[in-house]
T-cell receptor
Framework: LAKITQPISMDSYEGQEVNITCSHNNIATNDYITWYQQFPSQGPRFIIQGYKTKVTNEVASLFIPADRKSSTLSLPRVSLSDTAVYYC???????????FGKGTRLSVIA | EAGVVQSPRYKIIEKKQPVAFWCNPISGHNTLYWYLQNLGQGPELLIR????????DSQLPKDRFSAERLKGVDSTLKIQPAELGDSAVYLCASSRDRGTGELFFGEGSRLTVL
């Protein structure tokens, strides 16, 4: 399993872009990088997955450099409702279950 | 499409009492998971089912925890007897298969043991 390191917490003001970087130095060739979001009193929710370069959807963008040893989740113009815990995961190729760390607790301030 | 449904949302019991949690996964999802989440921690896998077969239960404390998924659809997780340290949120998740990396979680069942 890839060893995951991400910041424990981050603060941001509303309207700012937030970038959460995750390191996964021993990622395997076939592994994908997956991010989940968890609001208080809810289960985690899949937000984005990527293998290399850049992936963008309606929620976030995921930037992955060529060596794939890290990735950055980018949330554009955050609002108070983006306050949540964000988990970076690297599930073994072709296999779940997912192994969650402590994630990054993002607090968005007005 | 209905999401993963769990019940009850909240349960308060005294220690040594039994408790059961129910989960109905998304229709057509063959893989079902039970996770435990302590306050301030990420979810930890308890058991994974492929259809009705438990394929990964190494983290399930089998002396007091049991689970079943008899017809390969909904599932029940039971604790008997409950201990103070079992207070946590029990999350159920499902996925279409084991390889997509995308799990769909329910809202969880919060257990408080007094």
């Amino acid at each position: 399993l890839a060893k995951i390191t991400q910041p424990i917490s981050m603060d941001s003001y509303e309207g700012q872009e937030v970038n959460i970087t995750c390191s996964h130095n021993n990622i395997a060739t076939n592994d994908y990088i997956t991010w989940y979001q968890q609001f208080p009193s809810q289960g985690p929710r899949f937000i984005i997955q990527g293998y290399k370069t850049k992936v963008t959807n309606e929620v976030a963008s995921l930037f992955i450099p060529a060596d794939r040893k890290s990735s950055t989740l980018s949330l554009p113009r955050v609002s108070l409702s983006d306050t949540a815990v964000y988990y970076c995961l690297v599930p073994p190729a072709g296999n779940t279950p997912l192994v969650f760390g402590k994630g990054t607790r993002l607090s968005v301030i007005a | 499409e209905a999401g993963v449904v769990q019940s009850p949302r909240y349960k308060i019991i005294e220690k040594k009492q039994p408790v059961a949690f129910w989960c109905n996964p998304i229709s057509g999802h063959n893989t079902l998971y039970w996770y435990l989440q302590n306050l301030g921690q990420g979810p930890e896998l308890l058991i994974r089912y492929e259809n009705e077969e438990a394929v990964d239960d190494s983290q399930l404390p089998k002396d007091r925890f049991s689970a079943e998924r008899l017809k390969g659809v909904d599932s029940t997780l039971k604790i008997q007897p409950a201990e103070l340290g079992d207070s946590a949120v029990y999350l159920c998740a499902s996925s279409r298969d084991r390889g997509t990396g995308e799990l769909f979680f329910g809202e969880g069942s919060r257990l408080t043991v007094l």
